[in-house]
């Protein structure tokens, strides 16, 4: 029933940035927290950044200080703003609900490279 779509990944230079977005569908997105999650090829998803339905933001230290996670309730919407971009950062974006999970959405890439 509920749907997730991440969108803003692309291309960009080692310094870049990006801001990506993930709109939910079918869901009362006002009382769950939201994570946006990231896979390298060959690794595991792990999660990098968290809010709470009180907006409380929480981000994972090998991000700290260059990527915020935010949400708009009247969107649906989370966002990532992404700074100071590595090539370890190169990586399938996702978002999910943290407490429910639902299936995931395709993603957005996000591909750090000079």
């Known amino acids: 029933q509920a749907q997730l779509v991440e969108s803003g990944g692309g291309l960009v230079q080692p310094g870049g940035s990006l801001r990506l977005s993930c709109k939910v569908y079918g869901r009362d997105f006002r009382a769950v927290s939201m994570g946006w999650y990231r896979q390298a090829p060959g690794q595991q998803r792990d999660l990098v950044a968290s809010?709470?339905?009180?907006?409380?933001?929480s981000v994972v230290d090998s991000v700290k200080g260059r990527f915020a996670i935010s949400r708009d309730n009247s969107e649906s919407a989370v966002y990532l703003v992404m700074t100071d971009l590595r090539p370890e950062d190169t990586a399938l974006y996702y978002c999910?609900?943290?407490?429910?999970?639902?299936?995931w959405g395709r993603g957005t890439q996000v591909t750090v490279s000079a």
């Open positions: 809010i709470t339905a009180g907006n409380y933001p």
């Open positions: 999910n609900d943290l407490t429910y999970g639902l299936p």
